[in-house]
């Protein structure tokens, strides 16, 4: 398999850790594609999306990982979510011209909110959700302390991203029993010698042999990864249901139809009145009319 779009897992024989490397090039290219973003906003969103796929790697479900990032600053919303077939999307909202080396919290206005959602695909299934505390000057420092704290999980995230390509190394302490209790330490502090560079340009075998030459590792078969967008003109008009018979009215009245654009991958999806009236089972536009007079 190609180096490029490819999540690597491994696990060593003889330390309690697991990792995973994974490299974003077709995917994070096909994001940067819909829509022009700030350089600063692109180096967050290229490392939420390598992180995402890193979380992604070891849970055992089936379904989404979301990353979600709300602020009151001039980044108003970043989103990532990566499911369970190693698909990815992702987007974000801002406001105004960003400074090329604006940190995450000055982005974010000083405050706001880093969630992380496990949603289902099964209906029946009940979706989780937990708060990333503002913690740290980078996405794998906040991350890694929500880790510590919550999941009480030693973690080492090293992420980085440039115009072509979003990558990341995950680091995971086991249980005890999984090898030497120091074995842990010696190869965070490894991990950690990785520069964003060789990240960036080198394939995971060359990285793995470069960092843990002197350890045995068990690499497991690399799975590919990819950008996909879900929507679709059914989902858009469930959308359109919860936003209500009166609302969808008032917009085909003043505009003839309703036009909707997705923020992921900018498919339009547009409903004439005949559709939507489908949706609705009645007259949106008579009912409209009938109200106000």
Known sequence: MSQHDTLQRFLFDGAPVRGALVRLDGAWQQVLARR????????ILGEMMAAAELMAA??????????????NGPLRLAVVECNHDRTVRATAKWDGDLADDAAILQLLGGSGQFVITLEPRHDKAQTWQGI?????DTIGQMLENYMQRSEQLDT???LACNDSTAAGLLLQRLPEGHGEPEGWERISILGRTLQAQELLELS???ILH????????????????????????????????????????????????????????????V???????????????????EARH
């Open 36 to 43: 022009a973003y700030p350089a600063a906003l692109k180096a």
């Open 58 to 71: 070891n849970l055992k479900f089936e379904g989404a990982l979301i990353l979600q990032l709300h602020g």
């Open 132 to 136: 990333v505390a503002l913690e740290g």
């Open 156 to 158: 080492r995230l090293v």
């Open 204 to 206: 995971a075998g060359e």
């Open 210 to 269: 470069r960092l843990f030459h002197e350890e045995t590792v068990r690499v497991f078969e690399p799975e590919g990864v990819s950008f996909a967008c879900n929507c679709s003109q059914e989902r858009v008009g469930n959308m359109l249901k919860m936003l209500g018979g009166q609302e969808v009215g008032e917009v085909l009245l003043e505009q003839g139809s309703v036009e909707i654009v997705c923020d992921y991958c900018n498919q339009h999806y």
């Open 271 to 289: 409903f004439d009145e005949e559709d939507a009236n489908a949706l609705f089972d009645y007259d949106l536009v008579a009912a409209v009319r």
